[in-house]
């Protein structure tokens, strides 16, 4: 839990000083902060301090935790994972749900399965967030993965309106993996339609850049994105020395940066590191050498899929053929790290 609280921090704190290094008060620019999807989030724009604008901003983020909230009663998401099957019914869901279902299940079939939506059974035994963690029993896990597997759903569209099948009673979906980078793309989307030119939307470390920075002498330069490094020292992590736990300073014009990391929720038993990156065949913690993965790319649901998805895969050595003009840095427990496509461009 410390490790999550203090992952978090530093990174919030170099997204912040970062963004406001240029800033002031009396500047066209303005940031705030706020607590939804159970983490911290922050949108800043560059050439206005319009508040009317930004809570525009925020409401509009505010209504996708009634979509894509897997615990949130009232949610979209909670209705389907708590509906009971009827033959020959399929449910009938909103076109947010549908595309974000429809792109994932392309990398659950490329990743073979390590990469599944659909582990919501086994990912609720895992309750990071108490602070007496305990593990689920073998017993448990083996059962809640009779209902875990991706090609037992499917999502189609007819006359207009969009549907999710599903083969077998208890088929649950996690989202967690997907949403942030989706309902970034949406945020952007809705900003440039408000005539937002620069901005920077941060979903708990979801890194999304509209156009470039606007300085305050009114010139423009891409963002300097900072990649936290889980394994420097924690004690530069302090917001006045914030050098020893960045990894890369990434330069960022129009794009997203998105990391999966065993740091962002974990819990330590019996001294055994248990982390919130599941392999969908084995209900387990994803085991190998592999840290973090951070991916840059265009599109956030883009971003979200494949910083999971090549985390899965990176741990059994495997490294998947990348979308067109997308870089990825891996982050290694022995602090090793590896580049991939156009990442060294943005260094």
Same mark, same amino acid.
């Given at each position: 839990m410390l490790r999550r609280i203090t992952a978090i921090l530093c990174t919030v704190i170099i997204f912040m000083s970062l963004l406001t290094a240029c800033s002031s008060d009396e500047g066209r620019s303005m940031t705030?902060?706020?607590?939804?999807?159970?983490?911290?989030?922050?949108?800043?724009l560059y050439?206005?301090?319009?508040?009317?604008?930004?809570?525009e901003c925020r409401s509009y983020l505010e209504g996708f935790e009634d979509v894509f909230s897997a615990t949130r009663e009232t949610s979209e998401?909670?209705?389907?994972?708590h509906s009971v099957i009827t033959d020959g019914e399929d449910l009938k869901i909103g076109s947010d749900l549908f595309d974000a279902i429809r792109r994932s299940l392309e990398w659950c079939e490329l990743t073979e399965g390590r990469f599944d939506i659909t582990i919501r059974p086994v990912s609720q035994l895992y309750d990071f967030a108490t602070e007496s963690f305990e593990p689920p029993t073998p017993e448990s896990i083996? !059962?809640?993965?009779?209902?875990?597997?991706? @090609?037992?759903i499917s999502v189609y569209e007819n006359n207009g309106e969009f549907f999710l099948h599903r083969n077998i009673p208890g088929i649950m979906l996690d989202l967690g993996?997907?949403?942030?980078?989706y309902i970034s793309d949406r945020l952007k989307e809705f900003m440039i339609g408000k005539g937002v030119k620069s901005a920077v939307i941060d979903l708990g470390g979801n890194i999304m850049c509209i156009g470039d920075k606007i300085l305050e002498n009114g010139e423009e330069e891409a963002f300097n994105i900072g990649v936290y490094n889980p394994l420097s020292e924690e004690e530069a992590c302090t917001e006045n020395e914030t !050098?020893?736990?960045?990894?890369?300073?990434? @330069?960022?014009?129009?794009?997203?940066v998105i990391t999966s990391g065993i740091y962002q929720r974990s819990a330590e038993k019996d001294g055994t590191l248990y982390h919130h990156i599941l392999d969908a065949r084995t209900g387990l913690p994803s085991a190998g050498n592999v840290e973090a993965v951070s991916v840059v790319c265009r599109e956030g649901i883009m971003g979200d899929i494949l910083s999971t998805s090549l985390f899965l895969l990176a741990q059994d050595g495997i490294k998947?053929?990348?979308?067109e003009g997308t870089g990825v840095m891996y982050l290694y427990r022995d602090g090793s790290r590896e580049y991939d496509g156009c990442i060294r461009d943005m260094m």
């Open positions: 705030r902060t706020f607590f939804m999807f159970d983490t911290v989030v922050g949108i800043s050439g206005t301090r319009d508040e009317a604008l930004m809570e998401l909670y209705r389907i994972n083996e !059962d809640a993965l009779k209902h875990v597997s991706y @090609k037992n993996a997907v949403s942030k980078g !050098d020893g736990s960045q990894s890369i300073i990434l @330069k960022i014009s129009d794009g997203c998947a053929e990348l979308p």
